[in-house]
């Protein structure tokens, strides 16, 4: 997303720069349009976006409070509170600076494309510039960027804990939301939006995260799920058993939430609000996300309408969350028709994706790894349906490295967490549930259960 | 609301230009705010209202969440995210230009004021426009004017499915709102904001949609409830029977959900922000609305109190969304004394008009009949009150001629609906509740029933 | 906040102004970004901040809600709409102008400081005024600048809804909020903001309003608790007998909300975006005051899990809010690691303060004087850790006036109030809830009791 900040250094270069980026670029010697609006305007839309990602997170907390059994409740609450509040920390901490080394590149350079960032914390512009001190004139403030670059970080691990709900303990849960927000993605994230070697040697192109942000929380996701093994009585002789989440309002009242947030997730990461061009690409954005969701939910309904003879709630939840995450690597160059159906397409692949986990014996309690793995694949891929800067190699070896880079790591830090302190919770307290067993504490202590 | 898009074409014909009109029309050629600007504020303004306006969707599913019995929750939840998503594609579809023909009327012309718009799905600008592409660069961006009139569709399906909550088909149901968010409502709203006939030859004012949305879902939805018939044992021997909402802090947060979407919805309706004017004007309509809320709430606070010796929460929400679809139809001309009492005055005719519907053994479970319907009337005809330009006769005329032919085109609709596939579940799935008949889903599945 | 308003009558005055006020200043003359676009900037900055504060009302609603216990629920809800409109009416009446005199004190003057404002409602600018008509051309819209600190005042009242729950009857506590509104608050919050004798005598600096807010809350809420008395049962036989909360995914929810609310709270508070500095500020502002939320949060589950062995979950909520209050007083000037770490301070207290109010047999339902009072005298203090022109005398002078002020009105207002109406309910109610017995209305009649 943030590409266009190093411009510059790599104008001379011949590589070919996407869409989004050809689109701050003009808008930085605007005739008419003063360029102190342009540095407010964007700023002003790094904000606004940031502010309605930060509600994602509440939408996740809602979403999986109601997916998961009355007896988990607290524990996935205080999962997801904690969860952003280290994302928060440590995005600051590691994170920022690994993601946008802004050239000073551990490994690798803005030439070559960059393997490695910079570490150090993240430090803002002074109080009160004048446009001279502003660390990028043309761009918008660093705090701006800073808020609205965490909240993709802390989406990325809210995507976690969703399916690894309802059997794993809380801290080593929590350290490795620390690993995955320092470390993981903004690694990866640097390879693209940082300028590094994705985009520069191979023009991947991810407008507001497929993959960078989607598919690298349901690797995580996966690598977790697999080495955590599924919940106690999930696939008991040999079939599957439903535990059907304990509160649809909340988990309908979450992806509303999610859904309203994503208009700041993918309408933000156009970078630019202060040109004509950008103010209409901007809301293009808006009305292609919104369609997409749209697409997703009520293709959902009718799948499963026609394959079961009854509408499912829950599917029709996550196909609105599948047409936005698919939506999301490109959502600027599809019309409206287009936008829907790209939408649709995920809302169909995710009811055929879950009972297939299932039948894997991947025990995935919200549904993450079909939302935001099949969906963030299949979106990354259709970007080249509508834009013509993307190659269909590019798109897969891209999704191909991160997803292997993602899910080793991934691994290797869960088989450690598994190693030490272990991961899962014992089987008694999995089964008297964990907000009593480990936090002493239940949601609705006074509603009878049933 | 988008009246002003056509005004060039109407400008030498001796027609009475409503307030909101005049004031985009002066920002037009300003002086010193670059009109580049103008566009990208205004743009920003719909953006910005149209992401509020979004958010009452997921108010209206708490709200009816919340006071549906939970039996039928999950069916409810699964009407309001189904008909967003059915208006988003559908609107785009057929309804956009239905009701902003901009001059290419199928009967009708901009010269007489047209009845009926254009057929074609909706066409967004390219992507990366410079100001000579802009569809209409006085205004704002194409996308941004799509996604704001997009979710006033959306609002008008919302507003049916609370009344009709309990009783009707998942599939009849989602039939009507296509046909409602399709054709009935772009038509009519093309009689006033795409320029029609209302608009130009009764010069009526309804600056945000007290008739043009709110009381036109009313009139679906009164026709729905009269031919749909009251729940079982609702007026049973002679006597109204209460069935209470089951989740009053659902209904409670919808109903701040709505408060808060509707400054988006009011506010936006201004459809322009790029000069001091406008931004004077947005923000008196931003204060209007609150204080019309808050007329509302405390006008029902204190009535119920009076009348029943208690205070009744439901009659406090619905006295809020009361008082806030009466100030909808001119939030910007009255003083913030005028406000709250044009909000008051709505919070008291629901106090009377929910026992009158039971009366008339209307079955409305949400009470959305007395709250859109009757203080839609009541708003509409408040605009006289603050507003010098209207006229009583041309709002009357407007809210009869929009009136019968919502209710009518809306009965025909569910009754050939209710001929060929039936409308209302059987009796025993009724009392089942639709959640477990219908749907095989609970939405609180390990709650024990009282 | 608004203390830039006055500041042409006291330019030549020998005053330390703060720096929130200069970054005002500069921007008023500003040489290439047009003063229309500063007036609408700002403006739009008042609109989305009050909106995002507006929503805050929802965040106590919920968080209130889902710490009281099923029976007093619905209680809970009714008061905290009810003292959000009051709040808009009584605000709008009386409040605005005793806030902000713009130079007509009753007693005092803008030279030496005023005590007590204007008397009479507030009145907004006409409609589509041009610019030499705006009330101040240099700052933004008065619709704007009203609808935004109308939100504080409400916030503030929401603080008191919170301590006093389960126990306090509906009436009097209303007429409490009208006097809170209409008279406690604004005389206070003219003290400073108002440019009266504590911004102009000791240069008190309270960016936000960790004192003239948040504390004001919490004094009021003390004094309230002392003269109410704790819930029955609460600290029976020398022991405190912990009453859980109903619902911690509404609590959660509620949280989240307040969280994102207090972007706009903060960041509003600038008082303007028309300019780089002031965009870049806002920026500053957001990313701090997220920071300080999460290292609130952390060190309360940090500080949970050392001292009980287990995380609490309504802690890590109350230290995330504790983190919020912390950094109001001054978001602007401390780096993203001071705002941490200020946040984390915040979040140490609240657990040592909450047992330590049970201990002095303050019953406080929802945490709110840890939060509000203990935190916010924290955070006013805290200023002169990072803003040079903070004197320690200064801030603590001013803590001392405002909460000896508040403190004792508000204990004479309970007392009238005790004395004349009775502010208790009766044993009896207090044992069947308020729900049942005073409104006669379940919050949730179909869930069985546990």
Tied chains: 1, 2, 3.
């Excluded at 995507?159 to 620390?178: D, N």
């Excluded at 047409?323 to 692949?349: F, R, W």
Aim: glycine share 12%; hydrophobic share 55%; proline share 4%.
């Amino acid at each position: 997303m943030k590409l266009n900040k190093f411009i510059p250094a790599i104008a001379g270069a011949a590589i070919a720069l996407p869409a989004i980026a050809l689109a701050q670029e003009e808008a930085v010697p605007g005739v008419d349009a003063s360029t102190d609006s342009i540095f407010i305007l964007n700023t002003l839309l790094f904000l606004i976006g940031g502010f309605l990602v930060m509600w994602m997170a509440a939408g996740f907390a809602m979403l999986e409070a109601g997916l998961v059994r009355q007896k988990n409740v607290t524990m996935q609450l205080t999962k997801n509170v904690a969860l952003f509040s280290l994302a928060a920390i440590f995005y600051y901490l590691i994170g920022y600076n690994l993601m946008y080394p802004l050239g000073s590149w551990s490994i690798g350079s803005d030439e070559t494309g960059g393997y490695l960032g910079a570490f150090g914390p993240a430090v803002l512009e002074a109080v009160g510039i004048g446009r001279d001190a502003a660390d990028d004139y043309g761009y918008a403030s660093t705090g701006s960027d800073f808020f609205f670059q965490l909240m993709f970080c802390a989406t990325t691990a809210s995507i976690v804990s969703g399916t690894l709900a309802e059997r794993i303990k809380l801290w080593p849960f929590l350290i490795f939301t620390i690993v995955l927000t320092a470390l993981i993605y903004p690694i990866q994230a640097s390879w693209k939006w940082g300028g590094g070697f994705l985009d520069s040697q191979y023009g991947f192109l991810d407008f507001a995260g497929s993959t960078v942000v989607h598919s690298v929380g349901g690797w995580a996701a996966l690598a977790g799920a697999l080495i955590l093994g599924p919940r106690i009585g999930k696939y008991k002789d040999g079939r599957v058993h439903p535990y059907p989440g304990s509160n649809l309002s909340l988990a309908t009242l979450g992806t509303f939430i999610l859904w309203l947030g994503w208009f700041g997730f993918n309408g933000g990461s156009q970078l630019a609000m202060g040109t004509v061009g950008d103010a209409a690409d901007v809301s293009r954005i808006f009305a292609n996300t919104n369609t997409a969701a749209a697409g997703g939910a009520i293709a959902a309904l009718i799948m499963t309408q026609v394959m079961y003879g009854k509408v499912d709630l829950t599917m029709v939840l996550n196909g609105a969350l599948a047409g936005l995450v698919s939506i999301t690597a490109e959502p600027l160059t599809p019309s409206l028709g287009a936008a829907t159906l790209i939408g649709a397409v995920g809302g169909v692949l995710i009811v055929f994706a879950v009972p297939m986990l299932d039948k894997m014996k991947i025990d995935d309690v919200v549904g993450a790894i079909p939302v935001h793995l099949v969906c963030g694949i299949w979106g990354t891929l259709a970007v080249c349906l509508t834009n013509s800067d993307a190659s269909f190699f590019g798109q897969i070896i891209s999704i191909i490295i991160v997803g292997v880079f993602v899910f080793v790591v991934s691994a290797v830090v869960w088989f450690i967490l598994k190693a030490t302190m272990g991961i899962r919770v014992p089987e008694e307290d999995e089964i008297t549930g964990l907000d009593m067993a480990e936090l002493g504490m239940e949601a609705y202590p006074e509603f009878a259960k049933g």
